[in-house]
């Protein structure tokens, strides 16, 4: 299988949407996942320790609202 590479384009110079990596798209090519599905919670667990690294805390909690 190629590697996914999106469509040669202008880059977009305007308020509004914004351009995003070949990684992104890729990583949002597959169905959502529901958030009260069992497979939800490790995701979520890895957010939580991410978002830790980026406050400087390990003892925080971290709040993730939907929205």
């Keep these: ?29 597959h169905p959502s996942m529901s958030h009260v599905s069992p497979a ?3 995701a979520f ?6 978002l830790r690294k980026v406050v400087y805390t390990t003892s925080g909690q971290p709040v993730i609202l939907a929205g």
């Design 40 to 42: 939800f919670a490790p």
């Design 1 to 29: 299988m190629a590697p996914f590479k999106q469509a040669e384009h202008s880059t977009l110079l305007i308020p509004g949407p914004i351009e995003v990596s070949d990684e992104v798209l890729l990583a949002n090519a």
């Design 45 to 50: 667990g890895n957010s939580i320790r991410a």
